[in-house]
C-alpha cells in the first residue's frame, strides 16, 4: 500500500536533516498530534529507526536527551517512491481560480 | 537566560501539563513518550527563550504544539493494545495448536477437504458455463441453431448462412460459420488425424483471435470453391505435434491427400468456438470439397454448421434474436423455403443439450461440496465447543479478573481464523491437484472433448470467501457460547459445572442432528444419482448386441470417388464377414448415441398432406447391408437394407415406428413413399424405435438408407462378434490393408467403450455426489461419535453411580444408546423433509426415478441408521464397562 501524503512529508523532512519531533513539526507543518503517531508507525514498519541522544552530552548542555530520528534503507527507498508518486500528479489547471503556478 | 538554566515559569507550567498527560500514554511505552515530549519541549522553549520577537506568540505554538501530546498518548494506548493484543492471540493460538496436534489436524483436514472440494468444483463450473476460451468479448458470443415445431438444435446450410450474414440485423456484429471435420494432415513424413475447424473467412477476425505466427485467412480466400489450400493450426497442436516449429509458416503439408500451405499459428489459449471440443487445424470454407464429402456450399436443405454469432455491444440476446428471427422469415419467402423453421440463438453452454447437462450436473455438484463444507464446519464448531468446554475455568477467571467479552470473543476467533487459514490453504492445493480431474470423467471419444480447468484469480477469491465463510460458521458459536458462561458457577466445583454444560451439550447436539439431516440430503441425492446411473445404463437403446468391435474407415482423404468408394466398402465387408468370431457385420455412417449427434433432413411422406407450419424432418443414417441384423434391432415388418440396395436399383429405406405411425396413420406404411434427397424412395422395412442421439430422448423418426445408393464415403464398421470383439481386430487391421494399405483405421473402439460416452455425464453426476455423500455421511459420523463420546465422559459420575445402585450393562447402553437414537431420528427426520424439498432441483438430471423415490430413501435411512449407531456404540460400549469405583471417583 501507497504512503499517505503525512508520512512522506515526516520522511523527507528527515531526509532533509530535521533530526527530532519538534523540528519535523516545524519543517512540515502538521500538528503535532499528526507528526508523533506517524513517527511510531514509521518506526514501527522500519522505515525510520530512533536513538536517545547520548545522555553525557545532554547533561553537558544541562537539557534532556533528545529522541532522534534517522532514515532506514527501505525508508529512503519508499520516500523515493512516494517522491516519485507525487512529481507523477496530472498538471492541473487553476486559471478557474485566478491563480498562475509559480515560476521555477 | 543562558542555555541548560532551570526551566522557566512558563516552560514549567507546560512541563507540569506533560506530567498530567502521562496517565494517557499505554503503560509500556509511558516513559519514552515522556521523556521525548520533555527533551522536545525544553528544547523549544530555550530556542523560544533565545529568540528576541513576539515571545508571546512562540509561547502560545508551542502549547499548541504541547496539546498534541495528548493525541500522541492516546494513539500509542490504542496502536499499541491493538498490535499487543493480536499478536499475544496468535502465540497463544498458535500455541494451542501446537499443543493438541490431533485435534489440529482433523480440524484442518475437514476444512480443507470442504474448501478444496468447492473451490475445485467452482473452478469446474466456470469452465462448463465459458466453454469457449480464449477469444474475445466472450459475453458477446452465442450460437445460432435452427428450430422447428420439436427441435432446436438444427444445423445451418451454407447458402441460408450467406444470406443471415448479408442480410443480418444491426444488432449483430458479425455470423461465422463453423463445424468439425476430422483431417489427415501430413507434416513432413508423418501422416496425423486430428480434428480441425472448417470456417467461414471471418472467423478469426470475429472472434479477435490475433494468429501467434503468420496470419489469419484472407477475404479472396473465402470467394471460390477449391481455390485456396491453406491451413492454420491450432497453438496447442503446434507446439505438441510439431515441436512449435516457427518456420512452419509457408511451409507444404498435405490435407487429405491434397497440398496446402500452413499460412499461420492461432494464438495460444484459442481452440476454436465450439463449446467444449478443441480444434488442432483451421480451414477456410471454401475448402469443404476437400474436407468433407459432397458439395455443401450450394445446398440450402442441407444443414451442416454450427454458426457463432457476435452481438452488437450493449444489445441482449433476445433483442438479437428477435431481429435475426424477422431476417430468417425473409430469408425463407424470398427463396421459397416451406415449412415454419426459424432459429435461436443461445449462449454456448446452453447450445447443446450436453453442454446444459455438463453445467447442470457440476453446478449440482458444487452444491454438495457446500453442504459437505457446511458439515466439516460443525464438526470443527462441535470441537471447539468442547475444547471451551475443557477451558470453562479459564475463561472464567479471566472474566473475572476483568477480561472483556469482547476480547475474549476476539481471542476465540483469532483461534478460529488460524484453523480457517490453514483448511484453506490445505483446500487450495487441494483444489489445485484436482481440479483437473474433471478431464478423467470425459469419455473415450473420438472427439477431443476439453473441460481443462485450472484455478484462476476468481477460483482463489472463492476460496477466500469460503474461508472467511467457515470462521464465521464454525467460529462464532463456540465464540459466543464461550464467553457468555456463566461465570459463578463456572468457578465453583465440578458438580455445579455439569449443570453449566447443559447449554453447551444442547448446542452440541443441535449441531449434530444438522449434520445428520445434512448428510440425509446428500445420500439421498447420492443414492438417485446412483440408480439413474444405474437406469441410464439399462436403458434400451433399441439395440441388442453388446459384444462388437467399431472402427472407422473415410475414403475421402484417400482419394476414393464414389464408384471406387462403393467397391472398397463392399469388398471390405465381405472379407471381415469371413473372419472368424464375426458374426455379422455391417457399417452406418455416424453410431448412434455418439457426442456427435445425428444428421437430419427434411423430407415429404407421398399421400401425407403436412398441416399448416409443419416441419417435416427425419433423423437419417446411411447404412450398409444387415446392419438392423448386425445391430439386433428388431425388424417390425419388412425387410432390412440388401446387398442388393445399389445405384440404379429400386431406391429403398427402412423407417422406424415413430415414422411409420406419425405419417402412415391408418395406412401401411410398408410399400409407402419418401421423398427425399431430391429422389422417391420405397418404405421395404419398419424397425423397432430406439436411441439414437442421447439416452433420455423422447422417440423421434428415423430413416435408414443405403449408402450404395445415397452415397458417404465415412463410415463406421460394426462387427457383431461371439467373443472378445478386440480379438477380431488384426483380422480387420489386415484386411483393411490389403485392399488399400493407404485407407487409416482409426477410432477403434468396443460397443462397450462406445455406450459409456452415452452415459458420461450421469457417470460424472453419479461418481462425484456418490464420494461426497460417503465423506458427508463420515463427518456426521466423526460428529455424532464425538457428541457421544463426550457426553459419557460427562456423564461417568451418573453413570457410576447408577452402576452402584445395580443398573446392568443392558442397561447403561440403553441409557447412552438412548441419546443417539434420539439426536439421530431428528436428524432423521428433518433431512428427509429437507431431501424431499431439495431433491425436486434435480429432476432434470435424473433417468428412470422420480426425486421423491421410495426405494432411494428408505436405502438412505438404512445407511444412515447404520452408521449412525455404529458411531454411537463404541462409547456406549466404553460407558457399559466403566469401573463404577473410578466412575465415581472421577467426581
Not at chain 2, 429400386?650 to 409407402?672: H, K, W
Not at chain 2, 419418401?674 to 424412395?681: A, K, N, Q
Amino acid at each position: 500500500m501507497p504512503l499517505p501524503f503525512a508520512s512522506i512529508a515526516v520522511l523527507h523532512a528527515i531526509a532533509d536533516g530535521h533530526r527530532f519531533g519538534f523540528e519535523i513539526i516545524d519543517a512540515i507543518g502538521l500538528k503535532s498530534g499528526t507528526v508523533y503517531p506517524v513517527l511510531e508507525k514509521l518506526e514501527g514498519a522500519g522505515l525510520v529507526t530512533s536513538t536517545w541522544e547520548d545522555a553525557a552530552r545532554a547533561r553537558q548542555d544541562k537539557r534532556p536527551p533528545r529522541r532522534y530520528f534517522d532514515l532506514t534503507a527501505a525508508g529512503a527507498t519508499a520516500l523515493a517512491d512516494g517522491l516519485e508518486r507525487y512529481r507523477n500528479l496530472k498538471p492541473v489547471s487553476l486559471r478557474a481560480w485566478k491563480i498562475r503556478p509559480a515560476r521555477g | 537566560m543562558t542555555a541548560g538554566s532551570r526551566p522557566t515559569g512558563w516552560l514549567r507550567v507546560l512541563l507540569r501539563a506533560l506530567a498530567a498527560m502521562r496517565g494517557l500514554a499505554p503503560a509500556s511505552r509511558r516513559r519514552d513518550w515522556y521523556r521525548q515530549w520533555r527533551a522536545d519541549v525544553w528544547h523549544e522553549s530555550q530556542w523560544v527563550s533565545r529568540e528576541t520577537g513576539p515571545q508571546r506568540q512562540a509561547a502560545t505554538a508551542l502549547a499548541v504544539k504541547v496539546a498534541g501530546a495528548a493525541r500522541h498518548a492516546l494513539w500509542l494506548r490504542f496502536y499499541v493494545r491493538r498490535l499487543e493484543m493480536i499478536s499475544h492471540d496468535l502465540r497463544y493460538g498458535w500455541r494451542l495448536m501446537v499443543r493438541r496436534p490431533a485435534f489440529t489436524v482433523v480440524a484442518i483436514a475437514m476444512l480443507g477437504l470442504g474448501i478444496g472440494t468447492s473451490v475445485t468444483i467452482f473452478s469446474w463450473l466456470q469452465t462448463a458455463l465459458q466453454p469457449i476460451p480464449g477469444v474475445a468479448d466472450r459475453d458477446r458470443l452465442v450460437m445460432l441453431q435452427g428450430t422447428t415445431r420439436t427441435r432446436n438444435d438444427l444445423s445451418t446450410s451454407y447458402p441460408n448462412l450467406v444470406d443471415y450474414r448479408e442480410r443480418r440485423p444491426a444488432s449483430l456484429t458479425d455470423i461465422a460459420g463453423q463445424t468439425f471435420v476430422p483431417l489427415n494432415v501430413t507434416v513432413g513424413r508423418s501422416p496425423r488425424r486430428i480434428y480441425g475447424l472448417i470456417v467461414t473467412g471471418n472467423y478469426f477476425d470475429m472472434l479477435g483471435v490475433r494468429p501467434m505466427l503468420g496470419r489469419g485467412f484472407l477475404p479472396e480466400e473465402d470467394r471460390a470453391p477449391g481455390q485456396a489450400p491453406v491451413i492454420v493450426f491450432g497453438e496447442g497442436f503446434w507446439r505438441r505435434q510439431l515441436g512449435g516449429d516457427r518456420s512452419i509458416v509457408g511451409k507444404a503439408v498435405t490435407v487429405n491427400g491434397r497440398p496446402f500451405t500452413v499460412v499461420g499459428v492461432a494464438a495460444p489459449g484459442f481452440r476454436g468456438a465450439m463449446p467444449h471440443l478443441a480444434a488442432d487445424a483451421f480451414v477456410p470454407m471454401m475448402m469443404q470439397a476437400t474436407v468433407m464429402a459432397g458439395d455443401r456450399l450450394t445446398a440450402r436443405g442441407n444443414g451442416w454448421l454450427q454458426p457463432v454469432v457476435k452481438l452488437a455491444p450493449g444489445v441482449s440476446r433476445e433483442r438479437a434474436e428477435a431481429d435475426l428471427r424477422n431476417v430468417v422469415r425473409q430469408v425463407r419467402a424470398d427463396r421459397a423455403v416451406s415449412g415454419e423453421g426459424s432459429i435461436r440463438l443461445s449462449e454456448p453452454w446452453r447450445a447443446y443439450e450436453v453442454t446444459v447437462a455438463i453445467a447442470a450436473v457440476i453446478a449440482a455438484q458444487l452444491a454438495v461440496a457446500l453442504i459437505v463444507l457446511l458439515i466439516g464446519c460443525a464438526n470443527v464448531a462441535s470441537l471447539l465447543l468442547a475444547r471451551a468446554a475443557g477451558r470453562q475455568r479459564e475463561t472464567a477467571v479471566r472474566l473475572s479478573l476483568g477480561a472483556g467479552r469482547l476480547r475474549l470473543i476476539q481471542q476465540v476467533l483469532v483461534e478460529s481464523t488460524l484453523l480457517a487459514v490453514g483448511g484453506g490453504v490445505t483446500g487450495v492445493a487441494v483444489a489445485y491437484w484436482a481440479a483437473g480431474l474433471i478431464q478423467r470423467f470425459v469419455p473415450t471419444t473420438p472427439l477431443p472433448i476439453d473441460l481443462a480447468a485450472s484455478l484462476d484469480a476468481r477460483a482463489l477469491a472463492f476460496a477466500l470467501g469460503l474461508t472467511a465463510l467457515s470462521v464465521f460458521v464454525f467460529g462464532m458459536v463456540p465464540a459466543l457460547q464461550g464467553s457468555y458462561s456463566s461465570l459463578v458457577s463456572s468457578l465453583k466445583d465440578s458438580a455445579a459445572s455439569a449443570s453449566s454444560s447443559r447449554s453447551r451439550t444442547r448446542l452440541r447436539n443441535g449441531i449434530v442432528v444438522a449434520q445428520v439431516a445434512l448428510s440425509v440430503l446428500l445420500v439421498v441425492c447420492a443414492v438417485l444419482f446412483l440408480r439413474t446411473l444405474h437406469n441410464a445404463s439399462a436403458i434400451d437403446p433399441g439395440f441388442s448386441t453388446r459384444t462388437a468391435l467399431l472402427a472407422t474407415v473415410d475414403l475421402l482423404p484417400a482419394g476414393y470417388e464414389r464408384d471406387r468408394g462403393t467397391v472398397f466398402m463392399r469388398s471390405l465387408l465381405a472379407r471381415v464377414r469371413e473372419l472368424p468370431g464375426v458374426e455379422s457385420a455391417s457399417t452406418i455412417r455416424r453410431m448412434p448415441l455418439g457426442l456427435t449427434g445425428t444428421s437430419d433432413t427434411s423430407f415429404e411422406v407421398v399421400g401425407y398432406t403436412p398441416a399448416a407450419g409443419e416441419e417435416m424432418s427425419t433423423d437419417f443414417s446411411n447404412v450398409s447391408s444387415g446392419y438392423l441384423r448386425t445391430m439386433g434391432i428388431p425388424l417390425i415388418e419388412g425387410r432390412d437394407i440388401a446387398d442388393g440396395d445399389i445405384a440404379g436399383a429400386r431406391d429403398v429405406v427402412v423407417i422406424n415406428e415413430t415414422l411409420a405411425r406419425r405419417y402412415f396413420a391408418g395406412r401401411p406404411a410398408l410399400g409407402g413413399q419418401l421423398e427425399f434427397f431430391g429422389r422417391t424412395v420405397d418404405v421395404v422395412g419398419i424397425a423397432r424405435d430406439g436411441k439414437y442421439s442421447s439416452i433420455s430422448e423422447s422417440p423421434r423418426p428415423m430413416t435408414y438408407v443405403p449408402v450404395h445408393q445415397i452415397y458417404v464415403p465415412d463410415a463406421t464398421l460394426v462387427l457383431a462378434t461371439t467373443g472378445d470383439p478386440l480379438s477380431v481386430l488384426p483380422g480387420v487391421q489386415a484386411a483393411v490393408r490389403d485392399l488399400d494399405p493407404n485407407v487409416p483405421l482409426f477410432e477403434v473402439q468396443t460397443l462397450a467403450q462406445h455406450l459409456e460416452t452415452a452415459t458420461f455425464v450421469q457417470r460424472t453426476a453419479a461418481s462425484v455426489v456418490t464420494g461426497l455423500g460417503v465423506v458427508a455421511l463420515l463427518l456426521a459420523a466423526i460428529g455424532l461419535y464425538g457428541v457421544m463420546a463426550w457426553s459419557v465422559a460427562l456423564r461417568t459420575p451418573e453413570i457410576g453411580m447408577r452402576v452402584a445402585l445395580g443398573a446392568n450393562r443392558r442397561d447403561i447402553i440403553r441409557l447412552i444408546l438412548g441419546q443417539g437414537v434420539r439426536i439421530v431420528v431428528l436428524g432423521l427426520v428433518l433431512g428427509l423433509g429437507l431431501a424431499v424439498a431439495v431433491t425436486r432441483l434435480l429432476a432434470g438430471l435424473l433417468v428412470g426415478v422420480t426425486p421423491t423415490d421410495a426405494v432411494s430413501y428408505v436405502l438412505t435411512i438404512v445407511v444412515l441408521a447404520f452408521v449412525a449407531m455404529c458411531s454411537a456404540a463404541l462409547p456406549a460400549r466404553r460407558a457399559a464397562r466403566m469401573d463404577p469405583l473410578t466412575a465415581l471417583r472421577h467426581e
